[in-house]
């Protein structure tokens, strides 16, 4: 492998999944049961499965 | 049709009102404003949003347009609120948080430096000559495995030295992961001033890496890596 440094503003799908998957702001479902049995909020966790299949698929290629 | 409240980011201005961008799905951004901040969002059709690869780039898209307009604390992807009132209640319930994240990254960007090697280390720590023939060998070549794998990550923190030498002086915070078990053997992400992005990328291509890893630099992004309404989180 090269010792070429590689900058990239681009950002990578790996990048972008490591920071807007894994980081951020996450709102927990506290919010959601202080109003009586109505959700008011919804985070996508169930995304987490999702997106461990898109990263195998993108790492691979 | 019932609409949703896709959230992208918390940014501390008031006299934004309109953008020259769409969000997710193409949405037009709204804001909502509260005391000294505004909850940037949009309208979507969905309560669950899929991990595509095109709406990952429209949220990121509408967070660098925010970094160009202001302080921003970023929301995870696919943040969704079912209401309108749900949005006053987020604010009054996380109202000083938000405002002790503002002081935390104010005028800060985030930058990623991930290094990688060409052969996974897990994979060479398994390279020995014993064969598995009975218990003492089987111990023997776990103890040798593991010794390969410590010696390694030494490998790695070797690695990194000169680079963390050369930007220690830049670096507010810093997160950083080592992996012994993969190809990225280590994932770093930094808290700098926004003034010193030039030259955070300038002292790593300055520097002469080995002939056996790549160094990935990565930013200016939004402090991902340093926000949270956690108290338990670290930031």
Known sequence: MSNEVIEQKDTTLLELLDRLLNKGIVIKGDLTISVANVDLIYVGLGLIVTAVENINKYTES | ?235
């Open chain 2, 1 to 235: 049709m019932i609409e949703y409240y896709y959230i992208y980011a918390v940014i501390n201005k008031l006299d934004v009102n309109s953008f020259d961008i769409g969000g997710v799905k193409e949405a037009q951004l709204l804001v909502y404003k509260y005391k000294d901040y505004s909850l940037i969002y949009s309208l979507i059709d969905t309560r669950k949003l899929e991990t595509e690869y095109k709406y990952l780039m429209q949220h990121e898209e509408v967070l660098e347009m925010l970094m160009e307009k202001s302080d921003v604390i970023p929301f995870s992807f696919s943040t969704i609120l079912l209401s309108e009132a749900s949005l006053e209640k987020f604010c009054n319930k996380y109202n000083d948080k938000i405002l002790s994240n503002f002081e935390n990254i104010s005028g800060t960007v985030e930058m990623g430096v991930k290094i990688l090697i060409s052969k996974n280390i897990s994979d060479e720590c398994k390279e020995n000559d014993i064969e598995e023939s009975n218990g003492y060998s089987y111990m023997i070549k776990k103890f040798k495995e593991f010794t390969n794998k410590k010696n390694k990550i030494e490998e790695i923190k070797q690695k990194i030295y000169p680079i963390e030498n050369s930007i220690y002086k830049l670096v507010i915070k810093d997160k950083k992961k080592y992996n012994e078990n993969g190809k990225i053997i280590f994932n770093g992400a930094y808290l700098i001033e926004k003034e010193n992005m030039d030259l955070f990328r300038e002292c790593i291509n300055n520097l002469e890496h080995g002939e056996d890893f790549e160094v990935m630099v990565s930013g200016p992004w939004p402090p991902y890596s340093f926000v949270s309404l956690d108290e338990r989180r670290e930031y």
